[in-house]
């Protein structure tokens, strides 16, 4: 992949990283470990699905 690929892909890498990060904050401290950790899977396997129905998925992922 060029570098032009990488930098696509980097905002959707940091926004993920945020999006679960902040998702295993909140369940960590309302409820607990095991639901932060279903949290933070839940939202790192749905992001590319929402980010493909909000038509915002960058170029690298409709190549495959």
């Known amino acids: ?3 032009s690929g990488q930098r ?3 905002p959707h890498y940091l926004a993920v990283a945020a999006v679960a ?6 369940a960590r401290s309302a409820v607990g470990n095991w639901v932060a950790l279903v949290s933070v899977l839940v939202v790192v396997l749905a992001y590319p699905t929402v980010v493909r129905a909000l038509n915002v998925a960058p ?3 409709e190549q495959r």
């Open 21 to 26: 990060s902040t998702a295993a904050v909140l």
């Open 59 to 61: 170029e690298a992922w």
């Open 1 to 3: 992949m060029d570098l």
């Open 8 to 10: 696509e892909l980097l």
